[in-house]
């Protein structure tokens, strides 16, 4: 991380759509858990997008510090939304962050969070529908393993192998995407 991180802060694009790829299943699975007024889904997954660049923007510690800052950073903009402390999603509100002044989103990074969104989207419709429906199930509507092998008709451990051979293939999808 701490190479992706230099890089980022270099100019890389690519080393940024690898880190925001890494916390891809957090940022599905906490817009799943929202649902606020005038938001769809789409603008709470850009969102997230958005609180992992600004986290990138604004962390100062180790680099082995980033990844639990960026988690909390994540689930905390969610609740701030959902809180009505932002008025909109592009804003983040400054108190988690350690520079008081704030980071200000550039029209590349809304441009780069609308184009990862859309990146995701065209991800998932290359997934099997099977592996699509678990997914769904899991990050979306928040069914526990078991409710899907239930649902499904398949152990907990074909559901668990399906959702992690889905997660992977969207990942080598969406890195595939980034190295283009």
């Known amino acids: 991380m701490e190479e992706l991180l230099y890089k980022v802060k270099e100019g890389d694009k690519r ?3 690898e880190i925001i790829n890494s916390f891809m299943a957090l940022i599905l699975k906490e817009s799943s ?8 889904y789409e603008d709470l997954v850009q ?13 100062k510690g180790e680099s082995e510090g980033f990844t639990p800052y960026c988690i909390k950073a994540i689930q905390l903009n969610y609740k701030a939304l959902l809180k009505g402390q ?3 999603h592009r804003e983040i509100p400054d108190e988690f962050t350690e520079d ?3 980071y200000r989103f550039t029209l590349e990074d809304e441009i780069l969070a609308f184009e990862k969104t859309e990146e995701l989207y065209s991800a998932l419709d290359k997934l099997s529908p099977e592996e699509r429906d678990t997914i769904n199930s899991f990050y979306i509507k928040e069914k526990s393993l078991d409710e899907i092998a239930a649902t499904t008709n398949k152990t907990y451990n074909n559901v668990r192998y399906l959702k992690s051979k889905a997660v992977k293939k969207l990942q080598k999808i969406l890195c595939k995407h980034i190295n283009q």
Request: hydrophobic share 40%; charged share 25%; proline share 0%.
């Open 86 to 88: 932002i008025k909109h």
């Open 100 to 102: 008081k002044r704030g």
């Open 33 to 40: 858990k929202y649902i606020i007024k005038c938001y769809d």
């Open 15 to 17: 080393a940024l759509g």
């Open 47 to 59: 969102h997230g997008y958005l609180s992992v660049i600004k986290a990138i923007n604004m962390f």
